[in-house]
């Protein structure tokens, strides 16, 4: 597997029983497939990649939005510390690790903050830059097998999609269930309903 792939060679042939495959071709279109969802979630290339997420903290700020959730625009893997600035004074107060929850809670990477029913405040503060994280924020880490199963499966359908149109001439149409040709552009409908598990605004991965 390329670096910024997120699947192998062998995961397209697995899906094309019987098929002689182009090994050039088919690293060329695992790679497209890669960038396009890349691209669908805005992210730079390679972010859901084994071994992409920083090893070192980043400081990122976020706008508050007054409710007891707070949506990430980003993927948070680890928390070193959680600020807010209540008032939009610049000054920001840390929270201690019990004022709030990381969700999903069972696994990273993490994409909403819930705040605890413990903590002395109710809601995050509806103020522009109001918190402030130190953490690793990435998509994921580890080996190959760290490529979340969504991302990956999209990948696959993507690549044989790509690699079975360059073998029709790059004819992107299809007969739907009433014999009417159908044509699909960018990622197809089933992708796209997969990656809807993983976007950046609260969606459980």
Sequence with gaps: MAANSYCTSQNIIDRLPGVSVAPTILTSCIEAASRMIDNHFG???GYFAAGASPADDAVKY???NGQAQFWLDDMLLNVTTLEIDSDGDGTYEALAATD???HPYNAAPYTSLKVSNSSDISVWPKIQQGIKITGLFGGVAGDVTAVPAQIRE???ETATRLYKM???AFE????GDMGQIVYTKGLHPTVLEILDNVRRH???I
């Design 166 to 168: 360059g073998a029709q």
């Design 202 to 204: 609260g969606v459980i």
């Design 43 to 45: 992210y730079p290339a």
């Design 172 to 175: 992107d149409g299809a007969r």
């Design 100 to 102: 709030y929850f990381l």
């Design 62 to 64: 976020f706008d508050g």
């Design 154 to 156: 999209a990948t696959i």
